[in-house]
């Protein structure tokens, strides 16, 4: 919970922010903040990852009318692996991941400046608080969505334009936020 809590806004200013004399605080028996979190994050992307049930369709959809991008703390390393393995890489016009910045602020930044777009003409689907608020940062609305990382409740905080429960919902969402 303190983990998912902290997508609640930037992950990585939080995790900066509870750090104290510039250690993590311990989270019982099996907390280690030594191990090397990336490659084990990435092995269990590879191995026990899939899409959810409907989605990809629901992306093909939208890449048909709308140009598609990438903005996650994640990293593209494991990301572009899958999303050749579901056969839909070729439907995201670009990632921007940790290794473009650690704000999805500043990536939200890059996208309106290097696709010489606007806040009106973009929406963030997302599954977390954090996203819902650094969208708003720059006044782009939010489609939430209750089957990933964070909960209805949790993701009701942020006031996106809508918040669904399944893939099925997100072509109409976006066609309502654009009209």
């Known amino acids: 919970e303190h983990y998912r809590s902290a997508f609640e806004g930037n992950i990585y200013e939080s995790i900066e922010k509870n750090k104290v004399d510039g250690k993590l605080p311990e989270h019982g028996d ?8 990336w490659p084990e994050y990435e092995n ?3 191995k026990g990852v899939s899409p959810f049930q409907g ?3 629901v992306i093909r959809e939208l890449a048909a009318d709308y140009r598609l991008i990438i903005v996650t703390s994640g990293s593209a390393r494991f990301i572009v692996p899958f999303l050749e393995r579901t056969g839909v890489a070729d439907c995201f016009i670009d990632i921007l991941d940790v290794d473009v910045h650690t704000h999805k602020t500043k990536k939200i930044e890059m996208i309106l400046d290097k696709y010489a777009t606007s ?3 973009c929406v963030f689907i997302t599954d977390t608080l954090g996203d819902v608020r650094e969208a708003a940062h720059h006044t782009i609305g939010s489609i939430a969505v209750t089957w990933g990382f964070h ?3 949790t993701l009701e905080k942020g006031v996106p334009f809508r918040i669904v429960d399944s893939p099925a919902e997100i072509p109409g969402a976006v066609s309502e936020y654009f009209s």
């Open 55 to 57: 989605v990809i369709p």
């Open 30 to 37: 099996e907390c280690d903040h030594e191990l090397d979190w």
């Open 151 to 153: 909960p209805r409740e």
């Open 119 to 121: 806040a009106p003409q």
């Open 44 to 46: 269990s992307f590879e």
